[in-house]
């Protein structure tokens, strides 16, 4: 993992508030896909605690007796105290004596009990609601299964619902990944944050190479790469079964098949069976999310990869795995080349769109980012826009295009978009939007500047970025 500690402000300061305020115990899941960063935020948080106030235990793949001598061998190791646990209730007694003063009890892949000893939990469940709950004690319950921990604590037959307040944990957004390539000019930055996306580890490994090309051919394509079965082995960890199916609905996602019916016609699916397939891959792993256009309806919308790694490998490895096993990597990173570009440019606009959330109740330019909801446009026709944010209260609109290309944006791009924002069925004040990576020709300034259109480069989004805390 890393060596060094990047952002997770807002989490590290919900654990340190309700660890300040505890008059009673507090029991916490802190939940997030493998691979996320939870271990290091719970390293970084417990090193603010006293040594003998505190205790961390990581749940192996073992049976009951060994986990009973691990728990003992690891109160030896941090607490310097011998005792010796023949059952869970040993232990859970051992805890409540150290709980008359402030504790915390961190139990790291506590999903795993579901498998090797649930009684565990129950037990847990049972010695809270007796005693801990009274004392002075924090839980903190750390899982890398999605699924798994909300069923431990969101289900209703889960042994600890209603008991323990949740705290997910998120990949980066670029705007926090940006702490951890500083070296990076914005373009490398993007197109590095495009092909990995936010996680963590992810990101660790690719600290060395000296462009996303190298990244992607050294970690991802070359047999052995460190991240080029990563999407397989999530699904593996998880315990999804028929591997098939997920992987033909996120094959389908990331080939640009993102209404309903055009996933089931891709992947012969009946439309009977693929909502629960859908369901799975939001609620519990994560990875796909719905999008409705901005002030169009509910029945145009598209379903999308939230992580953007796993938008890349099911977009040009997964169906390039025949070409790969027979080592012909080079074919590969061929097609990746030819058309990274504009898989880059798709999320560039999701960037920017990040850019006017955070920019929110500020200017830009002058402009005021007041809006009520930001995100695309599209309807039934194939028209699209870009960026669609609007405040009804204000009766205004801002209507965006953004371009990552190699050429300057030019008069005919805010021809395009403003003909477009006539298809909107909104009544107020138009202001206009155009981004482009490499700037504008000076017949686009000339119009812009005439029609008071807010136009940014890269350079300007760089130093927007920069002043984001």
Known sequence: ????????????????????????????????????GKTELVKKFMSEIPQKRKFYFYVDLSGKQEILNSLSAAILEQLSETVKFGTFDDFFDYVEGKSSEKFLLVIDEFQRFLDIAPEFITKLQNRWDSKLRHSKIMILIVGSSIGMIKKITESRAGALYGRASKIKISPF????????????????????????GGTPYYLEKTKKAESTIR??????????GAL??????????ENVRVHAKYN??????????????????????????????IKRLDELLDLVGKKDPVLGKERLGRYTIRDNFFKFWYKFI?????????GNDRLVLKIIEENLNSYVGRIFEDIVKELLILSLNKKIKGIEMDFEDIGSWWDRNGNEIDIVAYNHKEKKILVGEVKWTNKMADIDI???????AKLLPFSGRYQYLIISKNGFTEQCLIRMNTLDVLHLNLKEITALFNEMK
């Open 1 to 36: 993992m890393a060596e060094e500690f990047y952002d997770r402000a807002t989490e590290i300061e919900q654990l340190r508030n309700r660890y300040r305020a505890i008059d009673g115990g507090a029991l916490l899941a802190l939940y997030g896909r493998r691979r996320v």
């Open 173 to 196: 957004r670029y705007v926090d990944f940006r702490l951890m390539f500083k070296e990076l000019d914005e373009s490398e930055k993007i197109e590095r944050y495009a092909v990995f």
């Open 215 to 224: 990244a992607i051919s050294e970690l991802i394509l070359k047999k052995g």
């Open 228 to 237: 080029a079965e990563e999407p397989k082995n999530l699904l593996e960890y």
């Open 248 to 277: 033909s609905i996120l094959h389908s996602i990331g080939s640009g098949k993102e209404i309903l019916k055009e996933i089931q016609d891709f992947t012969k699916m009946s439309p009977t069976a693929m909502p629960a397939y």
């Open 318 to 326: 997964f169906p390039h795995q025949t070409a790969l096993n027979l």
């Open 414 to 420: 805010l021809n395009t978009l403003m003909e477009r």
